[in-house]
């Protein structure tokens, strides 16, 4: 089983900065991509960036230049660094990793973390 844990929401001020951070754990023996999606009250979940294990990343418009994502493989977390918050950034995050193969299991599969609260007002 493998089970993702996000941690570093909370409520910041707009143009402030937050830093989130997700660890998988399990008997993982690797993690294709690992990435940041988020949910507003009444819309979709949407992306917001992702990276591969070679450290290649993509990230919502939105998001370009306040956002950045980082990686650690041997420990299997990924990290959201977010400056210059905006109310619109409001939403719960949640992290996601992506064909996940775990030792003694058949096939990959992906997993999500429970999501944490990001909150950006004055």
């Known amino acids: 089983q493998v089970q993702l844990v996000e941690s570093g929401g909370g409520l910041v001020h707009p143009g402030g900065s937050l830093s989130l951070s997700c660890a998988a754990s399990?008997?993982?023996?690797?993690?294709?991509?690992m990435g940041w999606y988020r949910q507003a009250p009444g819309k979709e979940r949407d992306l917001v960036a992702r990276?591969?294990?070679?450290?290649?990343?993509n990230y919502a418009d939105s998001v370009k230049g306040r956002f950045t994502i980082s990686r650690d493989n041997a420990k299997n977390t990924v990290n959201l660094q977010m400056n210059n918050l905006k109310p619109g950034d409001t939403a719960v995050y949640y992290c996601?990793?992506?064909?996940?193969?775990?030792?003694?299991?058949?096939?990959?599969?992906?997993?999500w973390g429970q999501g944490t609260q990001v909150t950006v007002s004055s």
């Open positions: 990276i591969t294990g070679l450290g290649s990343t």
């Open positions: 399990g008997s993982i023996f690797s993690i294709s991509v």
């Open positions: 996601k990793a992506e064909t996940v193969i775990v030792r003694g299991h058949v096939g990959a599969h992906d997993y």
